[in-house]
């Protein structure tokens, strides 16, 4: 079984529609993250959750809205799409332990691509 | 914003040689962690090494911390072709994840 999965895997769309990426952790774990990757390489937090409640929200523009009906998922809502948009988004989650945060499993990437 | 730098940005090595990579960051951690990733796919953790550790071993691995100076370095000794990755350093501040610009190995064989 996957660890942490996220669909769409690829995403092509017209500028101004929204989209949705959906992403599931089977690992039990209480914090779960949405990061952006762009054609740099950077890897941008843009939100993080734990046990539901939204305990990060990075200077995204507010077209992004995440979504946690539970623990295990992690959903990601996108208005009004634009051109730098674009980028691979990616699903994280780990738990926390006495000394920090534990390892992120990251799920395979979303490649989004706004036309 | 980004919170650790790696250098450098890009590496080229011959198979059986050591790569070493540099990470600085900028505010107190709880951990600093090292991850991988191939290309096209998702990141995979390496090893996490806490605030009060200096140095941490897993199998060729060798990751030290040096939290005065706030940088950290990955050492892979005896570098395979299968290590063709880039290789991102990750900081733990109170469960905010924060990932430098990573470093693109290339390992020729």
């Known amino acids: 079984d996957t660890a942490v999965s996220q669909t769409p895997k690829y995403l092509v769309t017209q500028m101004g529609n929204d989209k949705s990426i959906k992403c599931e952790q089977n690992?039990?774990?209480?914090?779960m993250y949405w990061y952006k990757q762009d054609s740099k390489k950077f890897l941008k937090i843009m939100f993080s959750?734990?046990?539901?409640?939204?305990?990060i929200n990075e200077t995204v523009p507010n077209r992004f809205s995440p979504k946690s009906p539970d623990k295990a998922h992690l959903n990601l809502h996108i208005n009004s799409l634009e051109l730098g948009d674009s980028a691979v988004y990616f699903c994280?989650?780990?738990?926390?332990?006495?000394?920090?945060?534990?390892?992120?499993?990251f799920g395979e990437g979303s490649r989004l691509t706004v036309l | 914003s980004q919170q650790g730098e790696e250098d450098p940005q890009a590496l080229s090595i011959q198979e059986g040689e050591n790569a070493t990579m540099n990470c600085s960051y900028k505010?107190?951690?709880?951990?600093l962690q090292w991850y991988r990733q191939n290309s096209g796919r998702g990141l995979v953790h390496l090893i996490l090494?806490?605030?009060?550790?200096r140095e941490k071993h897993s199998g060729r691995l060798r990751v030290t911390l040096d939290t005065s100076k706030k940088s950290s370095s990955l050492l892979i000794t005896a570098s395979r072709a299968a290590d063709t990755a880039s290789y991102f350093c990750?900081?733990?501040?109170?469960?905010?994840?924060?990932f430098g610009a990573g470093t693109r190995l290339t390992v020729k064989p």
């Open positions: 994280a989650s780990s738990s926390r332990t006495t000394t920090g945060t534990g390892e992120l499993f």
């Open positions: 690992l039990g774990h209480d914090t």
């Open positions: 959750y734990n046990n539901k409640e939204l305990i």
């Open positions: 505010t107190s951690i709880n951990n």
């Open positions: 090494i806490r605030s009060n550790e």
């Open positions: 990750a900081t733990d501040n109170n469960n905010d994840m924060r």
